[in-house]
């Protein structure tokens, strides 16, 4: 009988095989990673398209809901429109008040930058119509029967103490003047008191039958720019403190354009759209509205270029838009680049264009 005796079996795994293993798991953990990457990006790319359709959008609205009460109470009739203003606070003339009275005031900037947006409007509430002046009409250089502190009128409704008046002279005298009304001792009267706003022998001419006030409250005057890190900027002038408050509402905001609708036929249709501003009054009764384009841009970068031709304003076929706009031929119609090319990378985000067309009711109302 002979005694068997059992083999060494070998345990475990091999370097090989352990090498294999390694590299199968590996070539996983970078597909998954590769998944999840793409994911990501992706993620990404949606939410900041949406970033920009959000910021967009929200600083078209904030510039509609402004221009859909420009010139409120204060283009209430046609002579008032452009007049220029003047205004002292101290016996001297407040620096960065608006230069005429006028509901808009575009500041068209160069081919490929921004413009500015002015929009003015008076502050009060309840009641701003033009007020009618009557006899005994006021005069600054009659101060013995108080004509230079007391303005006569037809009716003194929606005037309250503190109001800021503007006297317009009407035509030919395409100038007007503020003051502020210190007082209503009548129906018919506002009072001009010695104060701050109001110095001696001003306003410096006397009213005719024909002038009128313009009841400006505190004003609202509010201009829209795009500062040089992309960000829609509203900034607020107040004439008692003669200073400006400013605020940025939206990022990503590249680019914004503005024009005037005119009718420049009387035909009661828009035909022509520029950025020039009137200089008379019957320059300013052509202007029917305003149209603003802006353009917001994702803040996501991408690797590769996901766009290849600068953005365009379609501002339509059959108008009249001066080539100095930057206006040109885009198949049948006619449109402005958006210049974004200042920007080495811009090919390597998204935009997205936004455009609004306000009617200047307003305006239109007084004619």
Not at 334 to 356: A, M
Request: with cysteine; aromatic share 6%.
């Amino acid at each position: 009988m002979k005694t068997s005796t059992p083999r060494c079996r070998s345990i475990g795994f091999t370097l090989i095989e352990l090498m294999v293993g390694m590299a199968i798991g590996l070539l996983i953990t970078l597909a998954i990673a590769t998944v999840l990457i793409n994911a990501e990006n992706q993620r990404r790319t949606t939410t900041s398209g949406s970033d920009a359709q959000i910021n967009g959008g929200l600083a078209i609205y904030t510039i509609e809901r402004q221009l859909k009460m420009a010139g409120y109470g204060i283009v209430t009739d046609v002579t008032t429109t452009g007049c220029t203003f003047t205004i002292q606070s101290g016996g001297s003339a407040i620096a960065g008040a608006p230069p005429v009275l006028a509901p808009v005031l575009i500041t068209a900037g160069a081919v490929g930058t921004s413009d500015t947006v002015r929009i003015l409007s008076s502050s009060k509430r309840n009641f701003a119509m033009s007020v009618p002046v009557k006899a005994p009409l006021y005069d600054p250089n009659q101060t013995a029967s108080a004509q230079d502190t007391t303005f006569m009128v037809k009716s003194a409704l929606g005037v309250a103490a503190g109001d800021l008046l503007a006297l317009v002279y009407n035509a030919p005298d395409t100038t007007c003047e503020g003051f502020q009304a210190t007082s209503i001792p009548a129906v018919d009267t506002v009072k001009r008191d010695a104060n701050s706003w109001n110095a001696s022998k001003f306003p410096t001419k006397a009213a005719n039958a024909t002038s009128y006030l313009v009841n400006l409250g505190t004003l609202v005057d509010l201009t829209y720019s795009v500062t040089a890190d992309q960000r829609l900027r509203q900034s607020s002038f107040s004439l008692a403190t003669q200073t400006a408050t400013t605020q940025d509402l939206q990022s990503n905001v590249v680019i914004m354009k503005a024009l005037y609708g005119k009718d420049t036929t009387g035909s009661g249709v828009i035909d022509t759209y520029d950025a020039v501003t009137p200089t008379t009054s019957a320059l300013w009764r052509q202007v029917r509205a305003v149209r603003v384009v802006v353009l917001a841009r994702s803040s996501q970068y991408e690797k590769d270029e996901v766009t290849t031709t600068l953005p365009q304003w379609d501002v339509g076929s059959g108008l009249t838009v001066p080539a100095a706009t930057g206006v040109t031929a885009c198949g049948t119609s006619q449109c402005i680049p958006l210049k974004v090319d200042s920007d080495s990378n811009w090919k390597h985000y998204r935009y997205k264009v936004f455009e609004l067309l306000v009617p200047l009711r307003n305006q239109i109302w007084n004619s």
